[in-house]
């Protein structure tokens, strides 16, 4: 499904060792206190079960003002994204500007993968519960009108954020960076835990949702599946994913352990070190891949320095730098068992947010120059706003679709 808005190639892929793309319901789930029947569950189960409330399609053309073009805030291959209102209490369809604001996914009507998705996304939304989670507050299965409810998020996705060169979104500071991947982290860590054992498979920084103080939340379960059970070391399936973000060793087996989610984290955390993309083709030859050209850089603790984003310069201390390198570095193993656990991550970052002691100081010793967006606590002054993964609505653009491996 996306990032909470973006969307995926539903065709197979032909790639990587003859593993070909394809998205299947996980056979069970895993809720936040109670553990789930490990048996497949038939949709009117998943339905049934997820606390989640069934919406009627008039309720939400109502709520969204008849899906109004002014009010869609986003489109990927799902479908496309609607800003709506409801009462706080019923949940029933609120005048605009009163009440609790939505954010209404609604399914391009093309096919049974799509479906698929959106029923996964129930399984496992419907019934994991955490801060660092997006909120899925409902759903509507009418006819022929597949459409989910999530809260809706101000800030939009740390996409967003780190890669528009727009007037709007004001280049994240170093502890806005630090504080989003802390949050992050702690998302994925909850899904690792033995209290809900899932492998999110597709993390990525379009899926990374921000509220209004910048906490981070993970959005899109469409590719979601129960980790390994019993004795077993990993869960065997076809490849899904972004590319740039998925595990080397999961695109070339098929093999998807928890470490592969790590190694996710990683690129991101990358790409928040950077301001890169994890693949960009508009930059010079030999810099597309952002791993693959940081490489070099990250071996050597005198030249990685080069690596970091321009626009925090003079924001973070060397040490605090070097810290979450390492982090990076450790993440992109190639071999997974070398890689931390996500409770280690955690624990890393929670080092990194206090703020540094030298911030302002430069890392740069002999060249200090003065930096706008030093303060951490600045703030996009637009206030027009995007919700779960898609473009700010101030943005004049829709947002491109990001595929499953596909260039991210």
Known sequence: MGSCLSSRIKADSPLHNGLHSNSKLHSNSKVSSVSVPSTPRTEGEILQSSNLKSFAFNELKTATRNFRPDSMVGEGGFGSVYKGWVDENSLTAAKPGTGMVIAVKRLNQEGLQGHKEWLTEINYLGQLHHENLVRLIGYCLEDDHRLLVYEFMPRGSLDN??????????????????KIAFGAAKGLAFLHSDEAKVIYRDFKTANILLDSTYNAKLSDFGLAKDGPAGDKSHVSTRVMGTYGYAAPEYMTTGHLTARSDVYSFGVVMLELLSGRRVLDKNRPSGEHNLVEWAKPYLASKRKVIQIFDGR?????????????VNLAIQCLAAE?????????????????????????????????????HANSNHAPKHRRHSINGVNNAATPHRPRASASLTPA
């Open 336 to 372: 997974p068992k070398s890689r931390p656990t996500m409770d280690d991550v955690v624990k890393a970052l929670e080092q990194l947010q206090e703020p540094s002691d030298s911030e302002g100081s430069g890392i740069f010793q002999n060249e200090h120059r003065p930096n706008p």
């Open 312 to 324: 925090i310069e003079g924001q973070y201390s060397l040490d605090d730098a070097h810290r979450a």
């Open 161 to 178: 954020h780190l890669f528009r060169r727009a007037s709007y979104f004001q280049p994240l500071s170093w502890n806005l960076r630090m």
